[in-house]
């Protein structure tokens, strides 16, 4: 596929190293959400807690959202992921907790 097929686009991405190909963002006119970096993921039983905060940047692009707005929607939902874990504090929700405070510094988008 040809960079150029996004030409004039929003692009959502949930995948690791978003920045990549947001570094040809502004050369070939899209925009992008991504991850800048490396996205963490939780297993079970964590996994099923980051669904929401991981769909949120997908659900604002589909709603007709700009990628900032997505962006700035994941790093929201990752953010308040983080204190839930925090607040309920399970075996393993403070180590997920921190992943999710990663997640939320690195989503990002580019234009």
């Not at 692009?11 to 570094?23: F, I, K, L, N, Y």
Request: a positive charge; aromatic letters at 10%; one cysteine or more.
């Amino acid at each position: 596929m040809s960079i150029q097929l996004l030409r004039g686009r929003a692009v959502s991405a949930t995948c690791c190293h978003g920045d990549r190909v947001g570094a040809l963002a502004q050369l070939n006119n899209f925009s992008i959400f991504g991850y800048a970096g490396g996205f963490w993921v939780a297993r079970n039983p964590q996994a099923q807690d980051m669904e929401a905060a991981t769909l949120a940047a997908p659900r604002v692009i589909a709603s007709g959202g700009t990628a900032g707005q997505a962006a700035a929607s994941a790093q929201k939902e990752f953010r308040l992921l983080a204190q839930s874990l925090y607040n309920r504090n399970a075996p393993g929700d403070r180590l997920v907790a921190q992943f999710a405070l990663i997640n939320s510094q690195i989503a990002s988008w580019w234009k």
